[in-house]
């Protein structure tokens, strides 16, 4: 669907129908196709793009009757799309003057899904709370600048309603089968159904207007379609949930050695959660090279972290090719995730209200009710329970807290969205991760729960409170604002008494945070990085924003390389997975990846480190971290324990070893029976 300040420079644009209404056809949403398609936007710089050359246009367009045009300052609307729905005539109007990539504005463009008939003396423009700007001219068709033979169709249902119809404001005859009926309407009653604009030349198409059929005998309209738009009228791309699916394409089309798009799971209502992977090596994870994430959009109206990140992956993909020493180590040195929109369904509600009056809440929430940022497993009361009752490490590890079986059942009040990503956590060893959000300027760390459950408020430190407190101070100190004890408070807090940081607990105590999850299920340390006062700013702010906070975003990812990093093998030097690394005075261990290879966040000093595995001896280092960035390398080699050959060795030949306490007790019978 389009949406405002999805501007996109295209040479034609069709419309496919969704959902068709009219002789009471309705059918199902189709499957996006596939989604490496032909590449639509210029390959320019993160921080400029040209207007392309524009036709020039006719007058604003008319508002009908019962229309609302609601009017925004300084936000460019939008074209038309052409669409293939079904007994629907479609109007295009097309606008120049996009946004920047990965920007989004704060209307709405007309919501392809209209449930009323359009009336059959007047013809009304379904915008649903769309508005339309002056600053936003028309494509042309209605003024017949886009001539018949720019227009084309799937099918027709008869020459009077050929694509040729499939302009706003088309009068029909009298009679029903005449040669000028009003709109276009498909010869078959499917889906695949489509109706095609072709520009003929490079042209910025920013929204859709769609409109019923104008006839005195029949009305037919469509309630929703999608856009597809294409270069070379063969591959087409579909356009999707604003312009953050499609900039992470271009981005993996300028950058296709370093980039790779994937997705982790779908949301609610289907939306997929698409993520893009930065690497040398994209697709695999290599050996010794730490995994960093970061994630924003749990709240689906906090739009800020969404377009930051939107931007980060377009200026690491720039940079890199403008062979940027420092971006060029950090990719080749790291793997990198991102995942702009966790929650797309709030998204969408969010982007109905826009930036001024979607309100505090509007879209907070998944499309079911739920918060996604509390809505993980509560692995801190299993643990502190553990704790009291002095089961931490002999029942209950310290760490690779098991999720509650509970928690895991199909009834559990649990989101689409929370199961993908505690998935995507699981099947990935992340060491680093930052979880973007709004309406404060601060760094929030672990833990988000008081371990006094009377108590709304209390400082509740982790084992690593020490290396969550740097962390923490690496992305505030290099904001431009975060530090800054001149400037006026968000809200009611003041945060510079930590320097721009707090202990989650000790601001609002939260069970179930995603930060707390991370540090008790894997090996991540996650935070929670609060980037602007505004959590929806408008379209006009995000410059200032991203320079705000654009060098902190680099030098976050760069930490994952602080601490100590290795390999952890057995006398064949074959890497053990699931070992566990334990640091002398840090009541919280790791474990190592598939290949044996792990990562130990840790501020400077010198550590005393113990490697164990099951069937091995343990075997025990002293590991310096110095000052400057690079994890220092700590390898172990571990050999079998004793009975662990011996078990070995008889299974080796069919064989079970017998256990010590029977021998014992074979021996001890003998020994009575000889004396008896």
């Known amino acids: ?244 699916d499609m900039l992470m394409k271009v981005v993996n089309e300028m950058c296709p050695n370093i980039t790779r798009i994937y997705n982790i799971g779908k949301s609610y209502q289907g939306l997929k959660l698409y993520a893009v992977e930065i690497s040398d090596h994209p697709g695999e994870h290599e050996v010794g090279e730490p995994e960093f994430h970061y994630i924003a959009g ?9 377009e930051l990140l939107l931007l980060l992956v377009q200026f690491v993909c720039q940079e890199y090719l403008a062979r940027n020493a420092r971006i060029v180590h950090l990719v080749e040195e790291t793997r990198i995730h991102v995942l702009p929109s966790l929650n797309p369904d709030g998204y969408e509600k969010a982007y109905e209200g826009g930036s001024e009056l979607g309100g505090w809440s509007l879209g907070r929430w998944t499309h079911d009710g739920i918060d996604i940022n509390n809505n993980f497993p509560d692995l801190n009361t299993l643990l502190w329970e553990a704790e009291d009752r002095q089961n931490v490490p002999r029942k209950v590890p310290n760490h690779y807290i098991a999720i509650p079986e509970w928690f895991l059942s199909e009834n559990a009040t649990v989101a689409a969205e929370t199961r993908a990503v505690i998935a995507w956590m699981e099947k990935i060893p992340f060491v680093l991760g930052g979880n973007l959000q709004g309406g404060e300027l601060v760094v929030a760390y672990p833990y988000d729960l008081v371990r006094s459950p009377w108590k709304t408020q209390e400082h509740t430190p982790t084992p690593d409170d020490h290396v969550f407190r740097w962390l923490a101070y690496s992305y505030a100190s290099t904001h431009r604002l975060m530090t800054d004890a001149r400037r006026r408070v968000c809200h009611t807090e003041d945060f510079q008494k930590e320097e721009g940081t707090v202990n989650g607990a000790s601001w609002h105590t939260v069970a179930g945070s995603l930060n707390d999850f991370s540090y ?24 200032e924003e991203w320079e705000n906070n654009r060098e902190s ?84 080699t571990l050999s079998k324990t004793n009975m662990a050959r011996i078990r070995e060795i008889m299974e080796k030949f069919g064989k079970q070893p017998v256990s010590l306490p029977a021998r014992r007790l074979k021996l001890r019978g003998r020994k009575r029976r000889q004396r008896g």
């Open 1 to 244: 669907m389009s949406r405002p300040g999805t501007a996109t420079p295209a040479l034609a644009l069709v419309l496919l129908a969704v959902t068709l209404a009219g002789i009471g056809a309705q059918g199902a949403a189709l499957e996006d196709p596939d989604y490496y398609g032909q590449e639509i936007w210029s390959r320019e710089p993160y921080y400029a793009r040209p207007e392309p050359e524009l036709e020039t246009f006719s007058p604003p367009l008319p508002a009908g009757p019962g229309e609302e045009w609601e009017r925004r300052p300084q936000e460019p609307r939008p074209p038309k799309r052409a669409t293939k729905p079904k007994k629907a005539p479609k109007r295009e109007k097309s606008a120049p003057e996009p946004p920047p990539p990965g920007k989004h504005s704060n209307k709405k463009v007309m919501r392809t899904k209209s449930s009323e008939k359009a009336a059959n003396d007047y013809h009304s423009v379904r915008v649903a709370h769309e508005d339309v700007r002056e600053s936003c001219p028309p494509l042309g068709l209605e003024t017949l600048k886009i001539t018949d033979f720019q227009l084309h169709a799937s099918t027709v249902k008869r020459y009077g309603l050929g694509a040729h119809r499939g302009r706003l404001n088309i009068q029909a005859g009298i009679n029903e089968n005449d040669f000028y009926d009003g709109a276009w309407c498909a010869g078959r009653n499917d889906l695949q159904q489509w109706i095609e604009v072709d520009a003929r030349r490079l042209t910025r198409f920013t929204g859709v207007i769609t409109q019923g059929r104008n006839s005195l005998w029949l009305s037919d309209w469509v309630t929703s379609y999608k856009v597809m738009v294409s270069n070379d009228s063969h591959t087409w791309v579909t356009v999707k949930n604003g312009s953050g």
């Open 298 to 306: 749990a709240h689906g109206n906090e739009v800020l972290g969404r």
């Open 520 to 543: 008790l299920h894997t090996n991540c340390f996650e935070l929670s990085i609060y980037v602007g006062c505004d959590k929806y700013p408008h379209e006009s702010q995000l410059p």
């Open 553 to 636: 975003l680099i030098v976050f990812m760069e930490q994952v390389h602080r601490g100590i990093k290795g390999l952890v093998r057995d006398s064949h030097g074959k890497g053990i997975a699931n070992a566990i690394i334990s640091v002398e005075g840090i009541n919280h261990d790791i474990r190592t990846a598939n290949d044996g290879d792990y990562w130990r966040l840790l501020n400077p000093g010198e550590y005393v480190v113990t490697a164990k595995a099951e069937g091995f001896t343990a075997s025990t280092k002293n590991c310096m971290v110095g000052y400057d960035m690079g994890a220092t390398r700590c390898d172990f």
